[in-house]
């Protein structure tokens, strides 16, 4: 997954399923309208995809009711095993959500305690199952909920028939679907042996598959490293690249590339999964105070450290915002064969597969170490460099194009070509580069000598 450009889709949100299910229906079988997606993916120069929860569950998908069955609002599990055969077909690697620290109160061990109360066998399934407290949900018993939200019901994750069943359906999703590998949710807050044991059970069965964890707050090195995940969701990035454009001034997502990236940075060795916005954020183009930074700040996501991710509709600047706890605006019902008709940034797709297509001509942008070299409040240069390669990153936030002196300090060449404005060139003179930058645009240089 070393030089992956992820796409991130929520299926129950763009095929427009029902929002609750009923457990009655038969299944819908809207699967097959994601097809159409794959292309446009590989359209982009996208080569993985993070597919939103897929299984049985009570409403948006992290609710689960059955780890076996693809939710009935979806498909089917044959439905499910074409999709990705067909994304293989076009070199597309699929990684599925897994949401292992809490069920919904449909999934089928909870109904059966609710039914049987202490004489169910699966009371330890659950975390601080206690029959002594009635519960807010009047079920005659309380147990642990994720973040105090009761509809997800946390598992005993210590339990080994618990650990055994989820296994057991991580086996079948490699075996039947073939998938590449797990996005694991809420991965901060379950248990490290239990996460330990998972990678070597999946490692087993297949040495690449690939595992990256939802971690919002915490020391990624806790979770990144041989024995846990191949990678966690960097957090740390996504608000300082917003306010970096919004408060015009670099110096907050420059401090961030630093501690974890820099010389002595904490992360450096690490390829973490880097976004502007997902399923449970704020749209990009909502949250940034000037849409036409969209541009820049793509530019800059895809030249720093990191696996770049796009949310579906986002390439196209699709605005949505949390509002009131609720999350309907950020995963909208999407028709492909329409999306001219919903664009408010028609463009700005062709700037990010310009921007995608640079990671593809330039290893030092894959694997490059990473090195500040000016900051500005509305200009920002970095390098990025492998023993062989160095490429020189310039982002210009501002509405005019400006001239800018930028110091090459070990980056010292004579002449240089902008891989993304093919026409221009430019020189050096005694370790400085001097050069015009176009207004909310960038440069990418790279040495010809």
């Known amino acids: 997954m070393q030089n992956s450009i992820f796409y991130h889709i929520y299926p129950l949100g763009l095929l427009g399923a029902l929002q609750k299910n009923n457990f009655n229906n038969s299944s819908t079988r809207l699967l097959h309208k994601l097809l159409p997606w794959l292309d446009h993916i590989s359209y982009l120069g996208c080569n993985a995809l993070y597919l939103g929860p897929v299984f049985e569950s009570t409403s948006h998908g992290y609710d689960t009711a059955d780890y076996f069955t693809v939710d009935r609002r979806l498909g089917t599990n044959a439905d ?22 809490h069920v919904g109160r449909d999934f089928w061990a909870f109904q059966d305690l609710q039914k049987k109360a ?29 973040h105090g939200h009761y509809q997800l019901v946390e598992l005993n994750l210590h339990n080994p028939e618990v650990k055994s069943h989820l296994f057991s359906a991580v086996a079948e999703w490699m075996d039947k679907y073939r998938i590449d590998g797990l996005r694991l949710d809420a991965a901060d807050v379950i248990d490290l042996n239990f996460l330990e044991a998972l990678s070597t059970f999946c490692k087993a069965k297949k040495a690449d598959f690939w595992l990256l964890g939802e971690v919002v707050f915490g020391d990624y090195r806790e979770w990144v490293n041989p024995k846990i995940l191949d990678s966690v969701t960097n957090y740390e990035y996504s608000t300082p690249l917003l306010e970096s454009f919004n408060h015009s001034h670099f110096e907050k997502i420059a401090r961030v590339l630093n501690r974890q990236f820099g010389a002595n940075g904490v992360y450096k060795n690490m390829n973490l999964y ?18 036409v930074h969209l541009y820049p700040m793509y530019l800059l996501l895809f030249t720093i450290p990191g696996m770049p991710s796009i949310y579906y509709g986002s390439e196209w600047g699709f605005e949505g915002r949390v509002r009131n706890g609720k999350h309907c ?10 999306i001219a008709y919903l664009a408010k940034r028609p463009d700005l797709i ?14 030092a942008l894959t694997e490059g170490s990473y090195q500040e070299l000016l900051v500005r409040k509305e200009q920002f240069v970095f390098a990025r460099a492998t023993e ?10 501002s509405r005019k194009t400006v001239s800018l002196d930028i110091p090459l300090y070990d980056f010292k060449s004579t002449s240089y070509k902008d891989l993304l404005n093919g026409e221009y060139t430019g020189t050096s003179h005694k370790g400085i580069i001097r050069m015009e930058v176009p207004s909310c645009w960038g440069r990418v240089l790279s040495p010809l000598d």
Do not use: M
């Open 274 to 291: 880097s976004f502007v916005d997902n399923h449970d954020v704020d749209r990009a183009a909502s949250a940034l105070k000037e849409p």
């Open 329 to 338: 605006e950020l995963r909208p019902k999407v028709n492909l064969k329409k």
């Open 350 to 363: 062709d700037a990010i597969k310009r921007f995608i297509t640079l990671r593809t001509v330039s290893n």
């Open 80 to 101: 499910l095993a074409e999709f990705v055969s067909k994304a293989h077909a076009l070199g597309i690697k699929v990684v599925l959500d897994a949401v292992f620290n």
């Open 388 to 397: 062989n390669d160095f490429v020189i990153c310039i982002i210009n936030a």
């Open 118 to 146: 202490k004489r169910s066998k699966y009371k330890n399934w659950f975390s601080n199952v206690d029959f002594s407290k009635k519960g807010k949900q009047g079920d005659g018993f309380s147990y642990d909920a994720w």
